[in-house]
């Protein structure tokens, strides 16, 4: 196992991985059409984008690097100017060797920040040394407090810990995906995707919300929302993410494959809502939840299980004329009744 920031033959890799957090004026989000023009923006530099919506972004510069004849941080400020410039928007940049430490860079920064982990083992371990568990990546709440109850409640004892241990409190594949993590491995490469086969929304609370059931309404107008744009694009997604947003501005991401590509409303609502549930999430004060309906494909190409169930059929035939009273009097016309318990309005991205 290589250390962090080497490559298995131990030779230092250049620190070129680029996390991007966008952040419009007034701390806002950053709108749908706004995170499209901000991702071309990056593909000035690179066309190694991973795009991780409603806000962020990966990008490996390490081959633009002698094009631009800058390092890393001189290509980040590039694209923290041009930003600010251009769109009005502030970027928060994590560098790092990996996307692990370049993600965990940009959390502990500041808007309009640019930090940079170095490259070497020692300084690696000083920056994750001190970290609670919870910051890793794959680190959810349950994960944490299972950790914790063996005192393995830092990175830096994580690291510590022997590999068999982790296996034994979280099972093999977790326990060892941990324990690389405590240690700053992170082999994951930057996966190009196609921002146009993706369609999101978020809803941000008036205030720091630790309501669980406020938090469930305001996904089912989410899920509600996008499966209705997806219907009248003629569009199914395979996939849905969650991001959750926290008042010290951390987030959380999960993404859940879809039994079968699906606009169906009740579909993405239950899929947000195991998403939701798989959390963990107890006293957490949240500030926002997004839903992004992933790798969308055409309705007609998709394939789809026949049901003989009334009920299902019941339920498309009502969600059709709610779509035609919609595209007639408008989109607030009919909405699901829990979203009216509360949650507030859904504002549009």
């Given at each position: 196992?290589?250390?962090?920031?080497?490559?298995?033959?131990?030779?230092?890799?250049?620190?070129?991985?680029?996390?991007?957090?966008?952040?419009?004026?007034?701390?806002?989000?950053?709108?749908?059409?706004?995170?499209?023009?901000?991702?071309?923006?990056?593909?000035?530099?690179?066309?190694?984008?991973?795009?991780?919506?409603?806000?962020?972004?990966?990008?490996?510069?390490?081959?633009?690097?002698?094009?631009?004849?800058?390092?890393?941080?001189?290509?980040?400020?590039?694209?923290?100017?041009?930003?600010?410039?251009?769109?009005?928007?502030?970027?928060?940049?994590?560098?790092?060797?990996?996307?692990?430490?370049?993600?965990?860079?940009?959390?502990?920064?500041?808007?309009?920040?640019?930090?940079?982990?170095?490259?070497?083992?020692?300084?690696?371990?000083?920056?994750?040394?001190?970290?609670?568990a919870s910051a890793l990546?794959?680190?959810?709440?349950?994960?944490?407090?299972?950790?914790?109850?063996?005192?393995?409640?830092?990175?830096?004892?994580?690291?510590?810990?022997?590999?068999?241990?982790?296996?034994?409190?979280?099972?093999?594949?977790?326990?060892?995906?941990?324990?690389?993590?405590?240690r700053g491995i992170d082999?994951?490469?930057?996966?190009?995707?196609?921002?146009?086969?993706?369609?999101?929304?978020?809803?941000?609370?008036?205030?720091?919300?630790?309501?669980?059931?406020?938090?469930?309404?305001?996904?089912?107008?989410?899920?509600?929302?996008?499966?209705?744009?997806?219907?009248?694009?003629?569009?199914?997604?395979?996939?849905?993410?969650?991001?959750?947003?926290?008042?010290?501005?951390?987030?959380?991401?999960?993404?859940?494959?879809?039994?079968?590509?699906?606009?169906?409303?009740?579909?993405?609502?239950?899929?947000?809502?195991?998403?939701?549930?798989?959390?963990?999430?107890?006293?957490?004060?949240?500030?926002?939840?997004?839903?992004?309906?992933?790798?969308?494909?055409?309705?007609?190409?998709?394939?789809?299980?026949?049901?003989?169930?009334?009920?299902?059929?019941?339920?498309?035939?009502?969600?059709?004329?709610?779509?035609?009273?919609?595209?007639?009097?408008?989109?607030?016309?009919?909405?699901?009744?829990?979203?009216?318990?509360?949650?507030?309005?859904?504002?549009?991205?």
């Amino acid at each position: 196992m290589s250390a962090p920031g080497l490559s298995p033959s131990g030779a230092a890799r250049p620190p070129g991985m680029l996390h991007v957090r966008f952040v419009a004026a007034g701390d806002a989000p950053v709108g749908a059409a706004e995170f499209e023009r901000l991702l071309a923006l990056l593909a000035q530099f690179t066309p190694m984008i991973e795009a991780l919506p409603p806000d962020a972004a990966l990008a490996d510069v390490r081959g633009a690097l002698r094009y631009f004849d800058r390092d890393a941080a001189g290509i980040a400020e590039l694209i923290r100017l041009r930003a600010l410039a251009w769109h009005g928007v502030r970027c928060t940049i994590g560098i790092a060797a990996n996307p692990l430490l370049a993600r965990m860079a940009a959390q502990g920064a500041v808007p309009g920040q640019i930090r940079v982990v170095p490259d070497d083992a020692a300084a690696v371990t000083a920056f994750l040394d001190r970290r609670p568990a919870s910051a890793l990546l794959g680190v959810g709440p349950a994960t944490a407090r299972a950790l914790s109850a063996y005192g393995l409640d830092s990175v830096g004892r994580i690291a510590a810990a022997p590999p068999a241990t982790l296996q034994r409190i979280l099972g093999a594949k977790t326990g060892r995906m941990v324990y690389e993590r405590a240690r700053g491995i992170d082999p994951t490469p930057v996966v190009p995707n196609a921002a146009a086969r993706s369609m999101g929304a978020e809803h941000r609370f008036a205030h720091d919300e630790l309501d669980p059931a406020r938090r469930r309404r305001a996904l089912l107008s989410l899920a509600d929302g996008l499966g209705a744009r997806m219907r009248a694009s003629g569009q199914v997604a395979r996939a849905l993410t969650l991001t959750v947003r926290y008042a010290d501005r951390s987030t959380t991401t999960r993404t859940r494959r879809l039994d079968e590509p699906t606009a169906h409303g009740p579909a993405l609502t239950a899929a947000a809502y195991a998403l939701h549930a798989a959390l963990g999430l107890q006293r957490a004060r949240v500030r926002s939840v997004a839903l992004r309906a992933e790798d969308l494909c055409r309705a007609e190409l998709a394939a789809h299980q026949l049901t003989f169930d009334p009920s299902d059929d019941k339920a498309h035939r009502i969600e059709a004329a709610v779509d035609r009273a919609r595209a007639r009097f408008g989109t607030e016309v009919v909405r699901p009744a829990a979203t009216l318990g509360g949650a507030g309005r859904r504002p549009q991205s």
